[in-house]
């Protein structure tokens, strides 16, 4: 069932610079783009660097997730999102190219669509597969959640222990799989001094080699 007024998630992330700035900036301005919207941004993660996928195909992304709450359907969410996207850059005319800011719907609450058949349909599908084909309709939790610890590893920073409604596993259960895979390895951004960083986050700006050596704790939005 579709809930409305929940909180929801997002991956952020950009490896091109924009008019905003750095990569950084980008989801710093994406992020205020999105309060102008009149979504409230309840928690952002820590900043990390992720090598471009596929190897070779642009610099380093910086990615980061957050946690959201408006009181519209997740079509509508998913609407925003694409317009904010728009108005910071992005042309979707490649796949896999590089992003001026790239604002993905990871989940609303418990909700599933279209529903467990067509979810487990997508998320089955081979990765050869998924490169060649985009669904055509919203697909929440988002499929490829689960695999990717470029989202895994921000996502455990603000939402560690919401539970995915199929599969039943929670995000640091994911994070620990993704580990041991080739996404799992992330790496803070060192230095961004920016505004998401309170003076209680100060190990913010440390480096990690792998994920298991992140630090808990939220950073609120505005900090």
């Known amino acids: ?54 190897v070779g195909a642009g610099p380093d992304y910086v990615n980061a997730c957050a946690v959201l709450r408006a009181e519209l359907a997740p079509e509508e969410i998913l609407a925003v999102l694409h317009r904010v996207e728009a108005q910071m850059g992005r042309v979707r005319e490649t796949r896999w190219a590089g992003r001026t800011l790239d604002l993905d719907l990871l989940f609303c609450a418990q909700t599933v669509l279209p529903d467990k058949a067509g979810w487990s349909y997508w998320q089955g599908m081979a990765l050869e597969e998924q490169m060649r084909r985009a669904p055509d309709e919203l697909i929440l939790p988002h499929p490829r959640l689960q695999d990717r610890g470029f989202v895994l590893v921000p996502l455990a920073d603000v939402a560690p222990d919401w539970q995915h409604p199929v599969t039943g596993r929670r995000v640091v259960e994911m994070r620990c799989s993704a580990e041991r895979s080739a996404f799992g390895h992330c790496a803070a951004v060192k230095r961004l001094g920016n505004r998401l960083v309170n003076s209680t986050a100060s190990t913010y700006v440390k480096t990690f080699q792998r994920p298991t050596h992140l630090l808990t704790g939220v950073i609120p939005w505005p900090a």
Do not use: W
């Open 1 to 54: 069932m579709v809930q409305f007024g929940q909180e929801f998630a997002i991956a952020l992330g950009a490896n091109l610079e924009t008019e905003a700035g750095s990569p950084a900036d980008s989801i710093r301005a994406g992020l205020e783009a999105l309060e102008l919207e009149g979504i409230l941004c309840v928690s952002v993660s820590r900043f990390y660097k992720t090598p471009c996928f596929p």
